[in-house]
Nanobody, 124 residues
Framework: QVQLVESGGGLVQAGGSLRLSCAVSGRAFSSYALGWFRQAPGKEREFVATISGSGANTYSADSVKGRFTISRDNAKNTVYLQMDSLKPEDTAVYYC?????????????????WGQGTQVTVSS
């Protein structure tokens, strides 16, 4: 059984930074692609960023390119989302997820395991 626990959310002013972490329990961590998604009030869950099992490949949504960076530490079973130049429209609950595939994938339906989410609020 794979469990994911996010941390690092909070309240930040526009232009500020936050780093989200997601600790993943379970075996064969490096065989999973990992992703970050977010859901704002009244909106559907949307893709943010994904990283391959080795960490060599990443892919991000256009709305966060150049501002957010996904990374992983396979020795610590942890995935990170560094968020810089935050905007009020980044306010959402952020979820990490794991997919039983080695490659990057942006489709939420392909992910097998999800965390409980962490709130990020960006004030203007």
């Amino acid at each position: 059984q794979v469990q994911l626990v996010e941390s690092g959310g909070g309240l930040v002013q526009a232009g500020g930074s936050l780093r989200l972490s997601c600790a993943v329990s379970g075996r064969a961590f490096s065989s999973y692609a990992l992703g970050w998604f977010r859901q704002a009030p009244g909106k559907e869950r949307e893709f943010v960023a994904t990283i391959s099992g080795s960490g060599a490949n990443t892919y991000s949504a256009d709305s966060v390119k150049g501002r957010f960076t996904i990374s992983r530490d396979n020795a610590k079973n942890t995935v990170y989302l560094q968020m810089d130049s935050l905007k009020p429209e980044d306010t959402a609950v952020y979820y990490c997820a794991a997919a039983r595939t080695y490659h990057v994938i942006a489709y939420a339906g392909a992910y097998d395991y999800w965390g409980q989410g962490t709130q990020v609020t960006v004030s203007s």
